[in-house]
């Protein structure tokens, strides 16, 4: 897929200039995003790696972030081994690699993780070139580090991304909300952090970017830049974490079809005048449905909400109420189609 042309020029302007300031410019991409990213890469002739464990299934790995570095090819692994039809030159050199890798040589090529090896300026421009023309729509992250950054210091930085610490939210299965979890982060995902960034406090971005000076979000609607602050706040230890604010904000935008359906609902069965105070009082019935029951199909979702429009949130606390939603042996669909029929026939009263 073409990237948007706009989204394109946008991508290789902030690069260009990145560079010419004299950053070492190094790209994230989502194995998820792609057929695959290893064959994509080898076609553009760019070394990149997944930063996944190696121990993983390959599939899984796969499909996770991958470090892309444009201004890095990647060795042959055949390089110094004889090509020749000579099967005892052949078999000695391989065997004398396998010895080097039983021994933890890293100098063993045959037996390790591809290594990267310098290109010139020219060349990696054009890899950078190559890269946002075929997958910026894929929304890459590219990362401005200071030039001479060496490439263990920015793999270590970006694995340390793999995963984000989330403060415990009330759900109807884990009602406590003390505690914090950890889950893997898709920071290799544009869109992902482009809907991050701003519900970050200063020191976040600091941890978000640590050695880095600066990232790009490429994603679908434009290039976002994030730029880390200039009061010199040390970045916090271990994961990024979000406390119950900030995981609360970072769910909103996944909901706001299903709220702007149930505004609509509101407004044609319920008499409900179609401005901003219902819009803001539909947003919070459906964060209540959300946070006090187990229902998540939107269809569901707008049945509670429905049913709390009329009758306010209190409802849930009735005794029926509560027993009808958490009756065993029934669907959901029962439930809910139960629960309209009882509290949303054209002749009940507001309770």
Known sequence: ??????LLR????AVEAALGGGHRLV???DGALLEDVGEALDALGIHGRPLMSDTMPRAQRDAGPWMVLPDRATADPMAGVPTDDDPERMAA??????ARAAERDEDSPLFAPPRPVAVDARTARQAWSGLLERHADAGPVIWAFPG???????RRHL?????????????PRHP?????EEVAFRHADARVVAALVPLLRPAQVARLLGPAAAALAVAPDGVFSIVASQ???AAPEGPLALDAAQVDLLEEPRFAPLDAAILRTVVADHGAVDDDATAARVRHLRRTAVERTAFRADQHLCDLVEVMWRHGAEILDRPDVAALLGRKGWSQERRCATLRRRLLAPAAEPA
């Open 1 to 6: 897929m073409t990237p948007p042309p706009a």
């Open 10 to 13: 946008d991508a290789a302007s």
């Open 27 to 29: 790209a994230t991409l």
């Open 93 to 98: 050199a391989l065997a004398e690699a396998a």
């Open 148 to 154: 001479g950054t060496d490439t263990a210091t920015i």
């Open 159 to 171: 694995r340390g991304l793999n995963l984000i610490r989330l403060a415990r939210r009330p759900r």
């Open 176 to 180: 406590n909300p003390t505690g914090e």
């Open 231 to 233: 009061d010199g706040l």
